[in-house]
């Protein structure tokens, strides 16, 4: 079992640019979330996609966006990149079913230039 | 507008001795409740859970304990081991709602 894995795993980015990260979930989760992780903060929920939909949302602006495929992998999207965007980049894949925990990718440490 | 705190940034305990992590929330609606761990370069790890029904769960050497009534909750590690040098996140789950709320993390060092 490959857990849940992301790319790429760091990446740069200059002010105002877009950027896409990439998120495969564990085998047998259909549920993709995602957070944001700043230097000495815990993790910030984006949002959720589950039946490829977005399910729930947090506070972020619009340009952030997501999608999710059939396969259940999934794509966070940044557009017009800011400076406080810089931040690791978690995904974190759940199985449906009951209150259980989600499991993280080691995620994409983004900096924007 | 921080709903799951965790007050110690930092925590230094000597191996074979208890570690403790607190974490303290303010949302009355969140009922579910998780630690994980994070090593550097790599995505947090689940460690242990408890639900708001019951007030202890236990792990082999991880306990978590949940006073809801004073909105806290601790994570105690015996014996702790220098392997367990990590960063713990607490994090919350709300009755309606699927995200985590998690706290700033607790930075553990045990010392060999």
């Known amino acids: 079992d490959a857990g849940v894995t992301q790319s790429p795993t760091h990446l740069i980015k200059t002010r105002g640019q877009q950027v896409t990260l990439r998120c495969s979930p564990k085998?047998?989760?259909?549920?993709v979330s995602w957070y944001q992780q700043a230097l000495g903060q815990g993790p910030q929920f984006i949002f959720q996609?589950?039946?490829?939909?977005?399910?729930q949302r947090g506070n972020f602006p619009d340009r952030f966006s997501g999608h999710q495929f059939p396969n259940y992998s999934s794509e966070l999207n940044v557009n017009a990149l800011l400076l406080g965007d810089s931040a690791l980049y978690l995904c974190?894949?759940?199985?449906?079913?009951?209150?259980?925990?989600?499991?993280f990718g080691q995620g994409t440490r983004l900096t924007v230039v | 507008d921080q709903q799951v705190k965790q007050n110690s940034p930092s925590l230094s305990v000597q191996e074979g001795r208890i570690s403790i992590l607190n974490c303290d929330y303010t949302?009355?609606?969140?009922?579910?409740f998780l630690w994980y761990k994070k090593y550097p370069a790599e995505g947090p790890t689940f460690l242990i859970s408890?639900?708001?029904?019951?007030d202890k769960n236990e792990d082999g050497r991880f306990t978590v304990f949940l006073n809801k009534s004073a909105k806290h909750l601790s994570l105690h590690i015996v014996p702790s081991q220098p392997g367990d040098s990590a960063v713990y996140f607490c994090a919350a789950n709300p009755l309606i709602g699927n995200q985590f709320y998690f706290g700033t993390g607790t930075s553990l060092t045990v010392i060999p």
């Open positions: 408890i639900s708001s029904i019951k």
């Open positions: 996609y589950y039946e490829e939909e977005e399910r």
């Open positions: 949302n009355s609606m969140f009922d579910y």
């Open positions: 974190a894949s759940s199985s449906p079913t009951g209150r259980t925990e989600a499991f």
């Open positions: 085998s047998g989760h259909d549920t």
